[in-house]
């Protein structure tokens, strides 16, 4: 098993820039496809970006292309993610997490417990 435990969310005004990070504990994280979700206030959590085991293989969400950027440091069992040009419907508590075998919208065997993000005008 791994525990997830996700920061660095907080206010920021539109148009600025976040870093999320992931930190791992228990089994080592190079061995998980890792991902993002978020939900937004009364919506349903919805897949934001995924990275492969290594890192070479990344998906991104179409409403965050271009503006966020998934990575990881296997050997500090960390994964962020890069938020910049944010917007209002940004929005979110975001998730991280973790899978031994899927990597995308149908990810999900293992969850942090979300930070929040808010994007003000």
């Known amino acids: 098993q791994v525990q997830l435990v996700e920061s660095g969310g907080g206010l920021v005004q539109a148009g600025g820039s976040l870093r999320l990070s992931c930190a791992a504990s228990g089994r080592t994280v190079s061995t998980y496809a890792m991902g993002w979700f978020r939900q937004g206030p009364g919506k349903e959590r919805v897949f934001v970006a995924a990275i492969g085991r290594s890192g070479s293989a990344t998906i991104h969400a179409d409403s965050v292309k271009g503006r966020f950027t998934i990575s990881r440091d296997n050997a500090k069992n960390t994964v962020y993610l890069q938020m910049n040009s944010l917007r209002r419907e940004d929005t979110a508590v975001y998730y991280c997490?973790?899978?031994?075998?899927?990597?995308?919208?149908?990810?999900?065997?293992?969850w942090g417990q979300g930070t929040q993000v808010t994007v003000a005008a």
């Open positions: 997490t973790a899978d031994e075998r899927r990597m995308g919208e149908g990810m999900g065997t293992y």
